[in-house]
């Protein structure tokens, strides 16, 4: 994932503490999954431990009121106003930009996460996985060996279960989004 992401190499985002995820918004035409999205980014960003996440879901008023906020000329006001509602420092906010379940597995993220004490951006995604592309491909077999693997033997199966099962794939993307979080890993 080098050159998708962006790293605010001034900022530690240990130091953030608190991050609200707030369920992403959904470019695509399969209304669910911005929520299934949401939970594997949720569950890769709490795997990953750089900061403690909670989640506001489109359920939930806060989640319209964040929309409107966001996009409006008092962004900076509104980023103290949020700061203070959710208890969080950091906001982490995006848009499923494309999904296709078939003929081949297909997600696109744009993601952002903003300092709400000074609006900085001090990271962000934008990136298109293909499960027929070559590098992805290879990226996901050596995420199954590293992450999934359990027990002493992996089947040819379960090895390709993450570039034919939707949900499967999500998770795939979710922790390579997660793993860009820390540039010490790199």
């Not at 209304?31 to 569950?43: G, M, Q």
């Not at 609006?119 to 990226?139: A, H, I, P, Y």
Request: no cysteine.
């Amino acid at each position: 994932m080098a050159n998708a992401y962006y790293l605010n190499k001034y900022e530690d985002l240990r130091d953030l503490g608190q991050a609200a995820l707030v369920e992403l918004d959904n470019a695509s035409t399969y209304p669910e999954i911005s929520r299934d999205v949401t939970k594997a980014l949720f569950l890769a960003l709490q795997k990953k431990q750089v900061f403690s996440v909670t989640t506001v879901g489109r359920d939930d008023p806060a989640w319209q009121a964040l929309q409107e906020n966001l996009n409006s000329h008092q962004a900076m006001q509104a980023l103290l106003a949020i700061r203070e509602n959710l208890k969080v420092n950091g906001l982490l906010v995006g848009t499923v930009t494309e999904y296709q379940p078939y003929p081949r597995l297909a997600i696109g993220l744009r993601l952002k996460l903003l300092d709400l004490t000074d609006g900085q951006l001090l990271w962000g995604v934008d990136q298109v996985w293909d499960s027929t592309d070559r590098n992805v491909q290879k990226r996901i077999h050596a995420y199954f060996r590293k992450e999934l693997r359990s027990g002493s033997g992996t089947s040819p199966l379960s090895q390709e279960l993450v570039t034919i099962s939707p949900l499967e794939f999500v998770k795939f993307a979710a922790h390579e989004v997660a793993q860009t979080l820390d540039a010490s890993d790199k």
